[in-house]
């Protein structure tokens, strides 16, 4: 079981809650920021992307800057409870919220893994 904080939306009086999962599922996303685009694409990945993936019980776990190699600069990790999460996916909110990112975005690649708490490229 993972014990950490949830980002709660702008209008909370608490910023962060806590939270308890046991992951079933990992969802990777790896991307390159396109360039003039870092202070829009933050804005949008802390504003919206991450707080609508919470409504969805998809939760960010880990994000990293790779800075070494041939490897797309960003790489988010997400976990989720959810056993169907291909019918999460597919679905139109997150679609519509991955389409958007992927606006700020080049080299973007997802993949759905069992959760193994490993760092994984």
Known sequence: MLHFSEMMPQNETSSM???QLRPEYTI???YDIQPNTQEAYYRYIMGEFIPGLQTM???MYRAWEIVYG???ERQIE???EINDIR???EGSQFVEM???LKG????YTRRILRYSGTFQL
């Open 17 to 19: 809650r806590s939270i």
């Open 28 to 30: 990777i996303m790896k």
């Open 57 to 59: 019980e998809i939760y």
């Open 70 to 72: 041939d490897y797309p």
């Open 78 to 80: 997400f976990i989720t």
């Open 87 to 89: 019918t999460i996916i």
């Open 98 to 100: 991955e389409e958007r």
């Open 104 to 107: 700020y975005t080049d080299n």
